[in-house]
C-alpha cells in the first residue's frame, strides 16, 4: 500500500534534494492542506512553504484550510486521500502523536502517513492582562493557587498539544486551571 504524504512544517531549502528521489512532483494539481483556520501562524507559515515549494517544483501549490478537531480533519483527509503525491499534509503534533492515544481514529497516522520534513516550531507563551493580571511569574502562579479555575488558559482543542502544554504548566505550580478550547 502507498502511503499517502505528510509534511510536518518544512525548512523549504531542503526540500528539493529530498524530493528529487521521489515521484514528485505529480502531473496534477499539488494540494498543501492544513488542519487550522485561515490567518494564523500555522496557515501563514504553510502559505509561505507553499509559494517556496511551488518555485522549487515548478507548479502552483494551493493551501486548502481544513479546520477543526484540534488538526484530525486535515490529518484525516490527507491519510484517506489519493497517495499519489498530490496532497500534501502541513501536519501538527496533535494529531500525530497525541491523538491516536486518546481516541479511535479512521486511520493510522503511523500506517497512513509518511512523513516528509519538520521544521516548523510554533512556541507557547505566557501573557496576562497588562492593566489587570500579575506582574511576575510569582505572582501569576499565587494567583492561579488562590482562586482555582478562574484562571484560564486557551488551546486549539482537547487532546491537541497546546492543551497538553496548559494542563502540565498547572500540574507543575499546583493548581487548578481552566481550559478553554
Known amino acids: ?24 512532483p505529480p502531473r496534477k494539481p499539488v494540494t498543501l492542506v492544513v488542519g487550522f483556520a485561515p490567518g494564523g501562524a ?4 504553510a502559505r509561505l512553504i507553499a509559494r517556496q515549494l511551488g518555485e522549487n517544483i515548478g507548479q502552483s501549490i ?8 484540534g488538526g484530525n480533519i486535515a490529518h484525516q483527509q490527507v491519510a ?17 502523536t497525541i491523538a ?11 500506517r497512513d502517513l509518511a512523513p516528509i520534513t519538520g521544521g516548523v516550531y510554533f512556541p507557547s507563551v505566557l501573557v496576562v492582562n497588562a492593566e489587570k493580571g500579575p506582574k511576575t511569574m510569582a505572582e501569576f502562579i499565587a494567583l492561579a493557587k488562590k482562586a ?6 486557551a488551546s486549539t482543542g482537547p487532546g491537541s ?10 500540574k507543575r505550580i499546583g493548581a487548578e486551571m481552566l481550559h478553554v478550547p
Open 148 to 153: 482555582p479555575d478562574t484562571v484560564s488558559y
Open 100 to 110: 491516536p492515544h486518546m481516541m479511535k481514529l479512521p486511520y493510522d497516522p503511523f
Open 80 to 96: 484517506q486521500g489519493p497517495a499519489d503525491g498530490s496532497m500534501l499534509l502541513f501536519g501538527s503534533i496533535g494529531p500525530l
Open 161 to 170: 498539544a497546546s492543551h497538553l502544554t496548559g494542563e502540565l504548566f498547572a
Open 62 to 69: 494551493v493551501v486548502e484550510n481544513r479546520a477543526g478537531a
Open 42 to 45: 500555522a496557515d501563514a507559515a
Open 1 to 24: 500500500m502507498h502511503r499517502r504524504t505528510l509534511l510536518v512544517a518544512a525548512a523549504t531549502s531542503s526540500l528539493p534534494a529530498f524530493l528529487q528521489a521521489q515521484d514528485f
